[in-house]
Structure formats: structure tokens, C-alpha cells
């Protein structure tokens, strides 16, 4: 697929966009990236520079990110298993390898990463783990949890982190669809 947007370079930003590209180029996701935000000319790489479009969604879209990655109550290796699953299952290659880093970072091995590529939960995962990563499997595969999914996931994870998981699933859904439209 070609590049369809061309990328956003900060000289050409209106004061709008560049508050957005400041809050994601100089937050707390830029201070714990495990890869690169922008590109040599300074544009934002990845779904970020997408965002730029229209501010004001883009930013409120880049705040649920943010919550995800740093005010989640999922664990660093359960949440980067289920963002490594769903970013997988789109085959978008973006997020599969900044968020390998961010595994690689956090202690995923290269053997779970290997199993997670192929949509297979490793069997290194402890239950917390294993039962996300359940969570996010079914939402990839069905779109929803049955009852007897949903009953499991409450009584293993509580409610809070099955709408955790269900907003991490469809944040990174609608990260990969941005990507594949927009071409980067």
C-alpha cells in the first residue's frame, strides 16, 4: 500500500496541530517509547501523525491511548500480549514492532513473542495474563464475550479490567484501520 497522507513535518503545523504534536512528541508516551515517535524531519510516526487531521479528536484519541498505557490497571505483560495479539490478528506492522520493543523492554521473551505472532498465547503467561490475553481472543474472534466468557473473565479479572481489555482492543482495532487508510 503507498503513503496517502503526506506526513506532517512541525514547521507546517497550525497552533492547534502543534499543541497536539507537543503533547504526544513530549508526554509521558514519548519519555517511555521503545521506538522512535518521529522521523528524521520530526513528523510523528505511526497512527500519531494521522491525529494531526482533525486536533481536537486526535487529541481526545491519543488521551485514551495514554490512559491505556500508563493508568491501566492491566500488568506491563498483559497489557503489551493483548496490544501484540490485536496488532497482529491486523497484521499491522507498525504497532507489531514498537510494541515488540515495548515487550522486549518489559520482559516478553522472543519465544513469547514468536507464539504471540502466531495468535497463540504462550504457556509462559501466569493466569492474569493467560486469562486477558482469553479476553482479547474472544474479542477479536466474536467481537463480544458470551456469558459463560463474560462470567469467567468477571470472576477472574473483574469487571473493571473487562472494560480495560475491551477499550485496549478497540483502541488498537481503530489504530490499525487508521493505518491501513492512511497509508503509514
Known sequence: MSVRKRPSRPADLTD????????????????????????????LNGPFDAMLLAPVIGDALQSVGSALRFGGRLSDRAREIAILLVAHRYANRFEIVAHE??????????N????????RVPDSCDRHESEAAAVVQRLLEHGALDDEAYARGQHRLGEE????????????SLLAMQLRVFGR
Open 16 to 43: 492547534q496541530q502543534r499543541e497536539l504534536y507537543q503533547r504526544i512528541a513530549g508526554g509521558p508516551r514519548a519519555a517511555e517509547s521503545a521506538f522512535p515517535l518521529t522521523d528524521e524531519d520530526g513528523a
Open 101 to 110: 520493543a515495548v515487550g522486549r523492554r518489559i520482559g516478553l521473551l522472543e
Open 112 to 119: 513469547e513473542l514468536t507464539n504471540l505472532e502466531v495468535g
Open 161 to 172: 479490567l473487562i472494560y480495560e481489555i475491551t477499550t485496549l482492543v478497540g483502541y488498537y
